[in-house]
């Protein structure tokens, strides 16, 4: 961070340093700067982080090329994918939390933070992520889709870690960014 916030660009998540890999990543990103050049933003793009914490920021995304169209005709989708790149680098800068996997289906979050496997192999889980994008919002649509989302994180509270619930909103931009306590581990 710098005096006047947060200063994130894609190239993490494009290189595969973030746990997943590095095609996923770019595959997020591209999405992402899809939906940024679909509501007409320049780029660096001046980023609102609210919620738990509250920042200014800027992100640096990647032009969007005649090619770029054709993929992500599809904007739910496009939305969808775009938001959980955004998520993943605010959330991992947020939190110091190096990386993340993505989770299963049914388990009420998209993705699993933590610091990495140990030396089994294992992934070592430190917190739930779980996103929800919106091309185009409102302080209304981006409130309720926050309190959707919580409530679907409560089917993994046996984990007993946090959850970080994220609703990105291409619009504004603005990343709602809220933690939530897991329930204890008997």
Known sequence: MNEIGLTLSFDAL???????????GSF?????SHCLQCNDHVNPVLLSVTGDVCMPGSLKW?????RDEGTWADL????????????????LRLTDTPRVERSAKETGVDYWM????DQRGIF????????SGILKGNKTKVAAR?????????????AGLPAYVVIVDF???????VKRAGETKL
Request: zero cysteines.
């Open 76 to 91: 739910q989708e496009a939305t969808e994918y775009g938001a959980y790149g955004m998520a993943i680098i605010v959330v």
């Open 171 to 177: 619009g504004g931009p603005e990343v709602r960014f």
């Open 14 to 24: 494009k290189n595969g340093r973030l746990g997943i890999s590095a095609v996923y």
């Open 146 to 158: 926050l309190v959707e989302k919580v409530a679907q994180t409560k089917r993994s509270d046996h």
């Open 62 to 66: 990647r032009d969007v090329t005649e």
């Open 124 to 131: 070592q889980r430190a917190a739930r992520l779980e996103v």
């Open 114 to 117: 933590g610091e990495g496997k």
């Open 28 to 32: 997020l990103a591209e999405a992402a």
